[in-house]
Structures are given as C-alpha cells and as structure tokens.
C-alpha cells in the first residue's frame, strides 16, 4: 500500500514538473511575440525541448526489470535492447539540456547582434524546461519502484 501510494504521488509531483517547465516555455514564448522582443522565438528553438519529452518517454516506458539485470543479449532473449533504449533515453534528456544552451547562446546571448537583443527571456526559458522535464523524468523513474511500467 506504502509503495503505490509513494507512486501515485511521484507521479503527481512529476507531472507538477514537466507542467511548470513548459508553462515557462509557454510564458516565455507568448512574451516575445507581445512585446515584440528580439529575437522573437522561432519552431527551431523549440527541438531541443521535444526531444527531451522523446527522452522522458523513453526512460519511463521500461520497467525496471527490463533494465536490471546482466543479460545484454541482443538477439531478442534478453534485456539489451531496453537498456539501449534507457541509454537514449537518457541521451535524449542531456541532449536537450546542452542544446537548450546551445540556443541560449547563439540566439539570445550576443553582444554584437543586429538588431540587438532586446530579452533573454526566451532562451532562459528553454534551458528551465529542460531541467525541469530531466527532474520530472527522475521523479517519475524513481518513484515507481516496483515492475510496472508506465502501461
């Protein structure tokens, strides 16, 4: 009983999570079009939260007895594929953390640019929601312990 309710819980507060991230994303993004900041947040700015969200799926969707054991047998018997989905899973998450920097820096972080930047609120925004969507992931991984997955 302990065990299910700590779950349900992780699983509200994860959701708290990811929902906080992208309501800055959001907030951010609405912020630039009405105040008609530069430079204005564009689709392109927004692939590295996406592929963190294919991240947080990918991480969460395992079981955890599919990631805990040795076998790493890659003919269909054992768990390796699932460890290799878990491992880009995770990538996907870091990835969308350096490339939120990476925007934060090309776009919103120049001295010299022209016209010059007027916020960096949009590029801020975009690396809060990918840590925010990493916390979520780990909260979610960690409070459900026990073998069910996300189905």
Not at 47 to 68: C, D, E, K, Q, T
Not at 103 to 116: E, T, W
Request: hydrophobic share 50%; charged share 15%.
């Amino acid at each position: 009983m302990k065990t299910k309710t700590l779950s349900v819980a992780g699983s509200y507060l994860a959701g708290v999570l990811f929902a906080i991230g992208w309501w800055v994303l959001a907030d951010a993004a609405s912020y630039t079009y009405t105040q008609k900041d530069n430079p204005l947040m564009e689709f392109v700015f927004l692939i590295p939260a996406f592929v963190g969200v294919i991240g947080h799926i990918l991480i969460n969707i395992i079981p955890w007895s599919m990631i805990g054991s040795n076998d790493m047998d890659l003919d269909g018997r054992g768990n390796g594929r699932a460890c290799g989905c878990f491992l880009f899973g995770q990538i996907l998450l870091w990835a969308s953390v350096g490339g939120s920097i990476a925007v934060f820096f090309i776009h919103y972080a120049k001295d010299d640019a022209d016209p010059p930047v007027t916020s960096q609120r949009g590029g801020i925004a975009l690396i809060v929601q990918a840590v925010f969507n990493i916390l979520s992931a780990i909260v979610l991984r960690l409070s459900r312990r026990d073998d069910m997955g996300m189905m």
